[in-house]
C-alpha cells in the first residue's frame, strides 16, 4: 500500500507540478468551470427566493380562501343599438350590490364554510398632535386576522360587544403606531380618523410585503391601515348602501355636465372573504357561493368570485419551471467549462509530447500517464469548483443589496455545482490522459 501511494502520489504531485509551472494557462482553463458554478449557484439562489416570495403569497393570501368582489359596470351614451336593449333589459332587475347581509348569509348557510369577513376600504387622513398622515380605513371582523395570519404585536382584537354595536375603537398598523406613537405605549390612546376619534385597542405585527402581490388576490400590506369593526365604518363612516338626498342632487349635477353616465359603486362591501374547510372542497364550494349570489342579487352578474390560491399554485409552477430553465442554462455551462479543459489538456499533450516520452523511457507506465493528466484536470476542475462557490455566493449576495430581489442560496445548489465541476473535470480530462498515455515513447523522444 504504501509503495501504491508513493508511486500515483508522485504521478499527482507532477500534474500539481504541470498547474503552478503553468499558472496563467491553468487559471485560464478553469475560468470555465469558475463561472459556470457561480451561474449555477446565483441562478438557482434567485430562483429560490422567487419561490419563497410565492409561497409567502400563499400564506398572505390565507389557506383555502375564496375573495367575493363586486363588479362596476358602465353606460356610454355612444353604444349601439342592441347594447342599449340589453342594458334596459338589465335594467329591469334590481340588485343591492354586495352587502353585509351577503356575507353573513354564506357563513350561515353552508357547511363547508369555516369563516367569513367583509372588507369595506375607504381613504381617510389619520390625525394626531398636529400630525397627519394618508391611511386606509378597512372595516372588518375578527375573522379577518384569522384569515390572513395576521399577529398582534401588543393589545387585543374586537370583542363580540365592540363588532355588533359598533363601538369605536380601532387596531393600528405598525407604520401608523411609529408615526403617532413612536415614544409611548398606542393601547388605550385616541387617534382621530376624519371626524371620528378612535380608542386604539391593538398593534399589528409587522409583515414583510411583496410589491408583486396583488390586491385582486386579497394581499395587501396592514402597515398602513387602520382596522375597526365592519358594522363601526358604517354607522360612524360610510355606508354606501344608503342614499341621501344631498348625494342623489351632487350625482344628477354631474351627470347633466358630462356625456358619458358612469355608475357609482353603491356595493356596502368592497369584498367578502371565505375560508373553506378542506382543500378539496374549494372549488364545489366557490360554484355553490356563486349560485347562492345570483340567487340574491336577482340572477345579476355584479359580483366576482376568485379563488386566488389557485392563481398563486399557477404562478408557483411557472415559477418552477422558471428554475429549471435557469439550472439548465447554468448546467450547459459547465459542460462548456468542461469541453474548454477538454481542449486546453488536449493542447497540453501536444506541447509536452517529449515529456511523455521520457517519463515512459524511464519506466513510467500507461497508467502512471493517465494519472498524472488526470489529476492536472482534477485538480484544476476542483480549484475551479472552490472559487466558483465563493464568487457565487457573493454573487447572490450582490444581486440581493443592488436589485433588492431575493436570493436564497441551498446547500444542494452548492453540493450540486461543486459535484458536477469535479465530474466535468475528470470526464473531460480523460480523453487527453488517455491519448497521453497511448503516444510512442520512440517518437515521442524524436519529437
Known amino acids: 500500500m504504501k509503495a ?31 463561472f459556470g458554478v457561480a451561474a449555477v449557484i446565483s441562478m438557482l439562489a434567485i430562483g429560490n427566493g ?3 416570495e410565492i409561497l409567502d403569497q400563499i400564506k398572505m393570501v390565507g389557506v383555502n380562501n375564496i375573495i367575493i368582489t363586486p363588479l362596476e359596470t358602465s353606460i356610454d351614451e355612444n353604444q349601439d343599438e342592441s347594447s342599449a336593449e340589453s342594458a334596459q333589459i338589465s335594467t329591469k332587475k334590481f340588485s343591492k350590490g354586495l352587502t353585509l347581509l351577503d356575507a353573513q348569509a354564506i357563513g350561515e348557510i353552508l357547511p363547508t364554510v369555516s369563516k367569513v369577513s367583509p372588507v369595506i376600504d375607504f381613504n381617510y387622513s389619520a ?13 372588518i371582523t375578527n375573522a379577518y386576522f384569522e384569515l390572513f395570519e395576521i399577529n398582534l404585536s401588543s393589545g387585543k382584537l374586537f370583542t363580540t360587544e365592540q363588532t355588533q354595536s359598533g ?24 387617534i382621530k380618523c376624519g371626524q371620528v376619534w378612535l380608542q386604539v385597542i ?13 390586491d385582486e388576490m386579497g394581499i395587501s400590506s396592514t402597515d398602513n391601515k387602520i382596522f375597526i369593526p365592519a358594522k363601526t365604518l358604517l354607522m360612524r363612516f360610510k355606508n354606501r348602501a344608503l342614499v341621501r338626498a344631498d348625494e342623489v342632487e ?5 351627470r347633466n355636465q358630462e356625456k ?29 357561493v356563486r349560485r347562492m349570489m345570483l340567487r340574491r342579487h336577482n340572477d345579476l352578474y355584479d359580483f366576482e368570485v376568485t379563488i386566488p390560491e389557485l392563481l398563486l399554485k399557477q404562478q408557483q409552477r411557472t415559477k418552477k419551471i422558471f428554475n429549471i430553465v435557469l439550472g439548465v442554462i447554468a448546467g450547459i455551462s459547465l459542460i462548456v467549462g468542461g469541453i474548454g479543459i477538454m481542449n486546453i489538456m488536449l493542447a497540453s499533450v501536444m506541447e509536452r509530447i517529449r515529456e511523455i516520452g521520457v517519463r515512459q523511457a524511464i519506466g513510467a507506465s500507461q497508467k502512471d500517464i493517465i494519472i498524472q493528466f488526470l489529476s492536472e484536470s482534477t485538480i484544476i476542475s476542483v480549484s475551479g469548483g472552490i472559487i466558483g462557490i465563493i464568487l457565487g455566493v457573493a454573487l447572490s449576495k450582490i444581486i440581493t443589496a443592488v436589485f433588492d430581489i431575493g436570493t436564497i442560496i441551498s446547500v444542494f445548489s452548492i453540493l450540486i455545482s461543486f459535484g458536477v465541476s469535479v465530474l466535468v473535470g475528470i470526464t473531460f480530462g480523460y480523453i487527453p490522459a488517455k491519448r497521453a498515455a497511448e503516444q510512442d515513447p520512440v517518437n515521442s523522444l524524436r519529437y
Open 127 to 139: 390625525i394626531l398632535n398636529g400630525k397627519s398622515k394618508p391611511v386606509v380605513l378597512e372595516g
Open 50 to 52: 422567487a419561490q419563497q
Open 202 to 214: 391593538g398593534v399589528v405585527e409587522r409583515r414583510d410585503f411583496t410589491a408583486s402581490a396583488s
Open 167 to 190: 363601538f369605536p375603537v380601532c387596531i393600528i398598523g405598525d407604520n401608523i403606531r411609529n408615526v403617532f406613537f413612536n415614544q409611548e405605549d398606542p393601547i388605550g390612546k385616541n
Open 4 to 34: 501504491y501511494i508513493q508511486r500515483y502520489g508522485h504521478d499527482v504531485g507532477s500534474g500539481l507540478e504541470a498547474i503552478f509551472t503553468n499558472k496563467l494557462k491553468s487559471l485560464l482553463t478553469a475560468l470555465g468551470i469558475i
Open 250 to 254: 351632487e350625482q344628477m349635477l354631474s
Open 260 to 288: 358619458a353616465q358612469t355608475k357609482e359603486n353603491l356595493n356596502q362591501l368592497d369584498k367578502i372573504i371565505i375560508q373553506v374547510k378542506e382543500t378539496e372542497q374549494l372549488s364545489s364550494t366557490a360554484e355553490v
